[in-house]
């Protein structure tokens, strides 16, 4: 069965950095996966933040970046802010078979 | 402007079938590359994707649901539907429709999502 992993749980200071990844439970990430990523704060729908590895969807802050960091996809946030306080989901495309398989998500705090 | 909504019963009873409608604007889903994906997530759990049609009727299907999924579009009206039989109360979620596109597999525009709890 494949697993798309992503760290339960993170934190960061406000203006400071943080990396959040996803993997695989078998395997490595590449872009051939499409890794894409989404936020969603409690009660809200996803937002599309970044798509086919590094592409910020319309309106995201350049805060906000992804890419491949050895084995993994990666979401780089830079100058955290309050608002950034969200659930992180990424999404992997596993090909016609399995299609997309999602994270588990990463719930990030700001402190 | 894209927006896309969900909807459908906030009730079904274990074994019925459940029929969920999205219906969307600001594209067509007789353009080339453009698709439409089903997404749900149960209370306090990860998303989980269902189901997505692109604009040539390729249907996609979640392996482990994929005897109980049925997604069609209706161009004309816009819409896109997708009924899932034999519910369970483990398919308690909440349930997004979302814009796909077909040239990098990623969904772009997402409903604001529909709940839809299972209960005798």
């Known amino acids: 069965q494949t697993v798309v992993t992503q760290e339960p749980s993170f934190s960061v200071s406000p203006g400071g950095a943080v990396t959040l990844t996803c993997g695989l439970s078998s395997g490595s990430v590449s872009s051939s996966y499409y890794p894409s990523w989404y936020q969603q704060t409690p009660g809200q729908g996803p937002r599309t933040l970044i798509y086919n590895t590094n592409t910020r969807s319309s309106g995201v802050p350049d805060r906000f970046s992804g890419s491949i960091l050895g084995n993994k996809a990666a979401l780089t946030i830079t100058g955290a802010q309050a608002d950034d306080e969200s659930h992180y989901y990424c999404v992997l495309y596993m090909g016609s078979g399995l299609n997309w398989v999602f994270g588990g998500g990463t719930k990030l705090t700001v402190l | 402007q894209i927006t896309l909504k969900e909807s459908g019963p906030t009730l079904v009873k274990p074994t019925q079938t459940l029929t969920l409608t999205c219906t969307f604007s600001?594209?067509?889903?007789?353009?080339?590359?453009?698709?439409v994906g089903w997404i749900r997530q149960p209370p306090g759990k990860a998303l989980e994707w269902l189901a997505l049609i692109y604009w040539d009727d390729d249907n996609r299907y979640s392996p482990s649901l994929k005897s109980r999924l049925t997604i069609t579009k209706d161009t004309s009206k816009n819409q896109v539907v997708l009924t899932m039989t034999n519910m369970d109360p483990v398919d308690t979620a909440t349930y997004y429709c979302a814009h796909a596109d077909y040239r990098d597999y990623r969904f772009d525009y997402w409903g604001q999502g529909t709940l839809v709890t299972v209960s005798s």
């Open positions: 600001g594209f067509s889903l007789s353009s080339s590359g453009v698709g």
